[in-house]
């Protein structure tokens, strides 16, 4: 089986500007989280998506949005970048079976955006 | 609190010797405490995972230890190699939410 893909995986944009990561989850599926993950900081929860419907989400302003297709692929929004954006974006999936925080998590290997 | 500590930032530990991070947390409904190792240009991946009705978790050269009246958590890697560096992060399961609360993470460098 194919793993978690994530494009593109190294992305330079410059302040005000927006961005659009894409993520593809393991077939079957159906659950698709985002983090962002900065030093020192671990992992930072953004939100879950499960049925094109998001489930739960972190504590990040509204500039940060994401959305499921019918394919369960995902993608995530940053508007109106800040300097303080600049991080590794990692996209999780997992079944989706209402296991909750005890179903494991398959990472891609992240997005690095750079902010400048 | 939805809280996880994870100490040390870093480590370095000689080959063959033994890896120790601690982990903490204050709320009490935690059900589920797995750990993830992440490689460079990696994302994390579940190393081993541990409920609250058992002390200790073995598998192959790393351990969970579990102190349910302490609140702590702590990953053993026996016989560190070098193909073991890498950052470790902890986390915890809220009972009643979906989400994981993740630990800050801890660099390890296995010294050959």
């Known amino acids: 089986k194919a793993g978690v893909t994530q494009t593109p995986r190294y992305l330079i944009k410059t302040r005000g500007q927006q961005v659009t990561l894409s993520c593809s989850p393991i077939s079957g599926h159906r659950s698709v989280s985002w983090y962002q993950q900065t030093p020192g900081q671990g992992l930072q929860f953004l939100f879950e998506?499960?049925?094109?419907?998001?489930?739960n989400k972190g504590n990040f302003p509204g500039r940060f949005s994401g959305r499921q297709f019918s394919n369960s692929r995902s993608e995530m929004n940053v508007s109106t970048l800040e300097l303080g954006d600049s991080a590794l974006y990692l996209c999780?999936?997992?079944?989706?079976?209402?296991?909750?925080?005890?179903?494991?998590?398959?990472f891609g290997p992240g997005t690095r955006l750079l902010v400048l | 609190q939805q809280q996880v500590k994870q100490s040390p930032q870093s480590l370095i530990v000689q080959k063959g010797g033994i890896s120790i991070i601690n982990c903490a947390y204050e709320?009490?409904?935690?059900?589920?405490f797995p750990w993830y190792q992440q490689f460079p240009g990696k994302g994390p991946a579940l190393l081993i995972a541990?409920?609250?009705d058992v002390s200790e978790k073995k598998e192959g050269r790393f351990t969970i230890s579990f102190n349910k009246s302490a609140k702590q958590f702590s990953l053993h890697i026996m016989d560190s190699q070098p193909g073991d560096s890498a950052t470790y992060f902890c986390?915890?399961?809220?009972?009643?939410?979906?989400?994981?609360?993740w630990g800050a993470g801890t660099k390890l460098i296995i010294k050959p």
């Open positions: 541990i409920r609250p």
């Open positions: 999780a999936s997992s079944l989706g079976q209402g296991l909750g925080g005890t179903e494991t998590q398959y």
């Open positions: 986390a915890a399961n809220p009972d009643s939410n979906y989400q994981l609360i």
């Open positions: 998506y499960f049925s094109e419907t998001q489930r």
């Open positions: 709320n009490t409904a935690f059900d589920y």
